[in-house]
Protein backbone atom coordinates (compact mmCIF):
# COMPACT_ATOMS: atom_id res chain seq x y z
CA UNK A 1 0.00 0.00 0.00
CA UNK A 2 3.00 2.27 -0.97
CA UNK A 3 0.72 4.67 -2.71
CA UNK A 4 -1.73 5.74 0.20
CA UNK A 5 -0.32 8.84 1.70
CA UNK A 6 1.17 9.20 5.17
CA UNK A 7 1.84 12.33 7.48
CA UNK A 8 4.07 11.63 9.64
CA UNK A 9 3.88 13.83 12.67
CA UNK A 10 7.12 13.36 15.28
CA UNK A 11 8.36 14.89 18.13
CA UNK A 12 8.92 14.97 21.47
CA UNK A 13 6.19 14.75 24.53
CA UNK A 14 4.04 17.33 25.09
CA UNK A 15 5.23 18.88 21.44
CA UNK A 16 1.63 19.05 20.66
CA UNK A 17 2.23 16.28 17.77
CA UNK A 18 -0.79 14.48 19.69
CA UNK A 19 -3.36 17.56 18.77
CA UNK A 20 -1.81 17.98 15.95
CA UNK A 21 -2.39 14.89 14.44
CA UNK A 22 -5.49 13.98 15.50
CA UNK A 23 -7.00 17.48 14.11
CA UNK A 24 -4.98 16.71 10.65
CA UNK A 25 -6.53 13.13 11.08
CA UNK A 26 -9.98 14.85 11.60
CA UNK A 27 -9.79 17.83 8.82
CA UNK A 28 -8.68 14.91 5.93
CA UNK A 29 -10.66 12.00 6.99
CA UNK A 30 -7.84 10.00 7.14
CA UNK A 31 -6.87 7.12 9.73
CA UNK A 32 -5.08 8.22 12.51
CA UNK A 33 -2.13 5.98 14.03
CA UNK A 34 -0.91 7.03 17.91
CA UNK A 35 2.92 4.86 18.00
CA UNK A 36 3.10 5.85 21.42
CA UNK A 37 0.26 4.51 22.68
CA UNK A 38 1.62 0.91 21.33
CA UNK A 39 4.71 1.60 23.42
CA UNK A 40 3.08 2.43 26.39
CA UNK A 41 0.33 -0.80 25.67
CA UNK A 42 3.67 -3.13 25.94
CA UNK A 43 4.93 -1.28 28.83
CA UNK A 44 1.40 -1.50 30.50
CA UNK A 45 1.01 -5.32 30.04
CA UNK A 46 5.06 -5.29 30.82
CA UNK A 47 4.57 -4.07 34.29
CA UNK A 48 1.07 -5.83 35.04
CA UNK A 49 2.77 -9.08 34.49
CA UNK A 50 6.08 -8.54 36.26
CA UNK A 51 8.25 -8.49 32.63
CA UNK A 52 12.00 -7.58 33.45
CA UNK A 53 12.19 -4.50 31.18
CA UNK A 54 15.30 -5.23 30.31
CA UNK A 55 14.51 -8.35 28.71
CA UNK A 56 13.63 -7.39 24.80
CA UNK A 57 13.25 -10.71 23.53
CA UNK A 58 10.28 -11.53 26.80
CA UNK A 59 8.82 -7.65 25.96
CA UNK A 60 9.12 -8.18 21.77
CA UNK A 61 7.05 -11.67 22.52
CA UNK A 62 4.28 -9.01 24.17
CA UNK A 63 4.29 -6.96 21.53
CA UNK A 64 3.87 -9.12 18.92
CA UNK A 65 0.66 -10.63 20.49
CA UNK A 66 -1.03 -6.53 19.94
CA UNK A 67 -3.86 -6.31 18.28
CA UNK A 68 -5.04 -2.64 18.48
CA UNK A 69 -6.80 -0.30 17.00
CA UNK A 70 -7.90 3.40 16.98
CA UNK A 71 -11.00 5.40 16.59
CA UNK A 72 -11.14 8.67 16.13
CA UNK A 73 -14.41 10.07 18.62
CA UNK A 74 -16.13 13.48 19.03
CA UNK A 75 -14.15 13.98 22.16
CA UNK A 76 -10.55 12.59 21.06
CA UNK A 77 -9.52 8.78 20.24
CA UNK A 78 -10.22 5.34 21.42
CA UNK A 79 -7.47 2.60 21.31
CA UNK A 80 -8.45 -0.98 21.60
CA UNK A 81 -6.56 -3.83 22.18
CA UNK A 82 -8.43 -6.74 21.49
CA UNK A 83 -11.63 -4.48 20.80
CA UNK A 84 -11.13 -3.24 24.56
CA UNK A 85 -10.71 0.34 25.24
CA UNK A 86 -7.48 1.18 27.39
CA UNK A 87 -8.41 4.13 29.09
CA UNK A 88 -6.19 6.16 30.82
CA UNK A 89 -4.26 3.77 33.02
CA UNK A 90 -1.39 3.81 29.44
CA UNK A 91 -1.29 7.38 30.08
CA UNK A 92 0.06 7.33 33.97
CA UNK A 93 3.36 8.86 34.43
CA UNK A 94 5.39 5.53 35.54
CA UNK A 95 4.18 3.98 32.22
CA UNK A 96 5.44 7.12 30.39
CA UNK A 97 8.97 6.29 31.85
CA UNK A 98 8.74 2.08 31.28
CA UNK A 99 7.45 2.87 27.64
CA UNK A 100 10.53 4.83 26.69
CA UNK A 101 12.10 2.08 28.65
CA UNK A 102 10.41 -0.72 26.47
CA UNK A 103 11.20 1.31 23.32
CA UNK A 104 15.09 1.51 23.15
CA UNK A 105 14.80 -2.54 22.42
CA UNK A 106 15.80 -2.99 18.88
CA UNK A 107 13.36 -6.12 19.24
CA UNK A 108 10.20 -4.85 20.67
CA UNK A 109 10.83 -2.25 17.41
CA UNK A 110 10.69 -4.48 14.83
CA UNK A 111 8.05 -6.32 16.58
CA UNK A 112 5.85 -3.04 15.73
CA UNK A 113 6.73 -2.03 12.33
CA UNK A 114 4.28 -4.34 10.69
CA UNK A 115 1.63 -3.67 12.68
CA UNK A 116 2.44 0.01 12.43
CA UNK A 117 2.71 -0.21 8.82
CA UNK A 118 -0.38 -2.19 8.42
CA UNK A 119 -2.46 1.02 9.13
CA UNK A 120 -1.90 2.53 6.02
CA UNK A 121 -4.97 2.04 4.22
CA UNK A 122 -6.90 4.56 2.04
CA UNK A 123 -7.89 7.27 2.43
CA UNK A 124 -4.55 7.80 4.22
CA UNK A 125 -2.85 8.11 7.76
CA UNK A 126 -1.64 10.45 10.04
CA UNK A 127 0.96 9.04 11.89
CA UNK A 128 2.08 10.43 15.23
CA UNK A 129 5.27 9.56 17.21
CA UNK A 130 9.52 9.87 17.23
CA UNK A 131 10.48 7.63 13.75
CA UNK A 132 7.07 8.19 11.63
CA UNK A 133 9.43 9.94 9.08
CA UNK A 134 12.66 8.21 9.97
CA UNK A 135 11.89 4.80 10.18
CA UNK A 136 8.50 3.50 9.87
CA UNK A 137 6.90 5.47 7.09
CA UNK A 138 10.54 7.47 5.22
CA UNK A 139 8.48 7.86 2.14
CA UNK A 140 5.70 9.94 3.84
CA UNK A 141 4.63 12.81 1.69
CA UNK A 142 4.55 15.31 4.02
CA UNK A 143 6.75 15.29 7.76
CA UNK A 144 5.91 17.67 10.60
CA UNK A 145 8.72 17.66 13.69
CA UNK A 146 7.52 19.37 16.50
CA UNK A 147 9.63 21.01 18.97
CA UNK A 148 8.81 23.07 22.49
CA UNK A 149 11.08 23.77 25.17
CA UNK A 150 11.18 21.26 27.84
CA UNK A 151 9.79 23.65 30.69
CA UNK A 152 6.42 24.31 28.32
CA UNK A 153 5.93 20.80 27.65
CA UNK A 154 6.05 19.92 30.88
CA UNK A 155 3.22 22.77 31.67
CA UNK A 156 1.38 21.64 29.08
CA UNK A 157 1.32 18.00 29.98
CA UNK A 158 0.51 19.03 33.55
CA UNK A 159 -2.79 20.55 32.50
CA UNK A 160 -3.49 17.80 30.35
CA UNK A 161 -2.83 15.23 33.66
CA UNK A 162 -3.88 17.15 36.40
CA UNK A 163 -7.84 16.65 35.98
CA UNK A 164 -7.44 13.04 36.10
CA UNK A 165 -6.39 12.81 39.30
CA UNK A 166 -3.11 10.74 37.97
CA UNK A 167 -0.79 12.23 41.31
CA UNK A 168 1.64 14.23 39.30
CA UNK A 169 3.44 17.30 40.47
CA UNK A 170 4.75 19.77 37.83
CA UNK A 171 8.28 19.23 38.82
CA UNK A 172 8.16 15.56 38.37
CA UNK A 173 6.51 15.84 35.17
CA UNK A 174 9.73 18.14 34.30
CA UNK A 175 12.73 15.43 35.36
CA UNK A 176 9.94 12.78 33.44
CA UNK A 177 10.25 14.56 29.99
CA UNK A 178 13.85 15.27 30.70
CA UNK A 179 15.13 11.63 31.48
CA UNK A 180 12.57 10.55 28.60
CA UNK A 181 13.86 13.15 26.05
CA UNK A 182 17.49 12.11 26.89
CA UNK A 183 16.57 8.41 26.44
CA UNK A 184 14.58 8.93 23.25
CA UNK A 185 17.39 11.17 21.47
CA UNK A 186 20.16 8.97 22.33
CA UNK A 187 19.14 5.59 21.86
CA UNK A 188 20.99 3.38 19.21
CA UNK A 189 17.60 2.28 17.53
CA UNK A 190 15.41 5.13 16.12
CA UNK A 191 16.52 8.24 18.01
CA UNK A 192 13.94 11.15 18.07
CA UNK A 193 15.73 13.10 15.41
CA UNK A 194 13.89 15.14 12.79
CA UNK A 195 13.91 13.42 9.07
CA UNK A 196 16.45 15.36 6.83
CA UNK A 197 13.16 16.24 4.79
CA UNK A 198 11.01 17.61 7.97
CA UNK A 199 9.39 20.35 8.58
CA UNK A 200 10.95 21.63 11.55
CA UNK A 201 8.39 23.85 13.75
CA UNK A 202 8.96 25.19 17.31
CA UNK A 203 5.51 25.62 19.10
CA UNK A 204 6.74 26.93 22.02
CA UNK A 205 4.96 30.21 21.68
CA UNK A 206 2.63 29.03 19.13
CA UNK A 207 -0.57 28.45 19.99
CA UNK A 208 -1.94 24.61 18.34
CA UNK A 209 -4.10 26.67 15.93
CA UNK A 210 -1.49 28.60 14.68
CA UNK A 211 0.98 25.69 14.25
CA UNK A 212 -1.88 23.55 12.46
CA UNK A 213 -2.25 26.42 9.88
CA UNK A 214 0.96 26.69 9.05
CA UNK A 215 0.91 22.73 8.63
CA UNK A 216 -2.54 22.84 7.01
CA UNK A 217 -0.69 24.88 3.89
CA UNK A 218 1.44 22.55 3.76
CA UNK A 219 -1.04 20.19 3.33
CA UNK A 220 -2.38 21.99 0.19
CA UNK A 221 1.18 22.44 -1.11
CA UNK A 222 1.39 18.70 -1.33
CA UNK A 223 -1.94 18.71 -3.07
CA UNK A 224 -3.27 16.13 -0.21
CA UNK A 225 -6.35 19.42 0.28
CA UNK A 226 -7.77 22.02 -1.88
CA UNK A 227 -7.29 26.09 -0.64
O1 LIG B 1 4.24 9.73 22.38
P1 LIG B 1 4.23 9.13 23.75
O2 LIG B 1 4.70 10.07 24.81
O3 LIG B 1 2.91 8.50 24.07
O4 LIG B 1 5.30 7.93 23.67
C1 LIG B 1 5.71 7.21 24.81
C2 LIG B 1 7.13 6.71 24.62
O5 LIG B 1 7.15 5.75 23.56
C3 LIG B 1 8.14 7.79 24.21
O6 LIG B 1 8.78 8.41 25.30
C4 LIG B 1 9.14 7.03 23.36
O7 LIG B 1 10.17 6.48 24.17
C5 LIG B 1 8.34 5.88 22.80
N1 LIG B 1 8.02 6.05 21.38
C6 LIG B 1 8.98 5.69 20.46
N2 LIG B 1 8.69 5.74 19.13
C7 LIG B 1 7.52 6.18 18.70
C8 LIG B 1 6.53 6.59 19.62
C9 LIG B 1 6.83 6.54 20.97
O8 LIG B 1 10.08 5.30 20.83
N3 LIG B 1 7.26 6.19 17.39
Given at each position: MASVAVIAVDGPSGSGKGTL?????????????????????????????????????????????????????????????????????????????????????????????????????????????????????????????????PEERAQRRYNQLKDKDLGVSLRGLLESIRERDERDRTRAVSPLVPAADAIVIDSTLLPIDAVFAVVWQRVIDAGLARA
Open positions: AVALARRLGFRFLDSGALYRIVAHAAITGGFDLADGDALAGLARRLTVHFELTQDGVTVRLDGTAVGDAIRAEPVSVAASRVAAHRAVRDALLELQRSMRRPPGLVADGRDMGTVVFPDAVLKIFLEAS
